[in-house]
């Protein structure tokens, strides 16, 4: 398992922007967990045996689609918009916490912020029921170390407010382009975020996602800001 920020937990990339996050308790939490139908997600993670929590950032179907049945199987509680958990107790997710933007909740011993994203969200169902509110998330962890999650999101002065309010050590940012932001623009969001790490999402999966962490590492040169791109390979830990 290769080592880089040594702060007590494992995060591995499971393609696109599905993220598993093990505590230094050994919580799960599983992030926008689009696995099964996933072309970069390894087969023997597709299924997941153990969650604690999902945290769903909106409801597009490459984020949402598996939510109920990785939730019964496992248990998990989810974490999201109140609109989305509306429609996934319709599905018959039971153990569903919803917030809205700007909102904590804490369960497990872990924070949950839930932050501003810009982005669209519906359900990928007959009649594209609303998804409520695009989102990201400030994960606090046990012993306080702080990730943002952004989810599917372009540049936004949230990412200043983000650096201001909970001074994370870590970025999952999208980086594919075309329905999120590019190489360039997440370059911009780094240095606003003012954080040490950043983990590349929602690049890869498909052809028409262009962007890539070394262009990532070329944007930060550009802007001559020193953040070590993290080049994850899915189903590879990361602690």
Not at 114 to 137: C, K, L, V, W, Y
Not at 176 to 190: C, I, Y
Request: net charge negative.
């Amino acid at each position: 398992m290769a080592t880089l920020w040594n702060r007590g937990f494992t995060l591995t990339w499971l393609g696109h922007s599905a993220f598993e996050l093990v505590t230094k308790t050994g919580k799960v939490v599983l992030f926008d967990p689009f696995l099964e139908s996933n072309p970069k997600c390894p087969a023997d993670r597709k299924h997941p045996a153990k969650a604690d929590i999902i945290a769903l950032s909106h409801a597009h179907g490459d984020h949402a689609s598996e939510v109920p049945a990785i939730a019964e199987r496992t248990g998990a509680t989810v974490v999201c918009g109140y609109e989305a958990y509306v429609h996934l107790e319709s599905k018959g997710v039971k153990n569903c916490k919803p917030m809205g933007v700007g909102g904590t909740q804490l369960l497990h011993g872990i924070g949950f912020t839930m932050t501003n994203a810009i982005h669209s969200s519906s359900f990928d169902e007959p009649g594209r029921p609303n998804g409520g509110i695009a989102s990201g998330f400030v994960v606090t962890l046990e012993d306080g170390t702080r990730l943002y999650y952004a989810g599917d999101t372009g540049p936004t002065m949230d990412m200043q407010l983000v650096r201001e309010l909970y001074e994370p050590v870590i970025a999952i940012l999208p980086i594919g382009d075309l329905f999120t932001m590019g190489p360039r623009e997440a370059a911009w969001a780094a240095e606003k975020l003012g954080v040490l790490y950043v983990v590349p999402m929602h690049w890869g999966t498909f052809d028409m996602l262009t962007g890539t962490p070394t262009k990532l590492r070329e944007a930060l040169t550009d802007r001559g800001y020193a953040a070590d791109v993290v080049d994850m390979v899915p189903g590879v830990p990361q602690s």
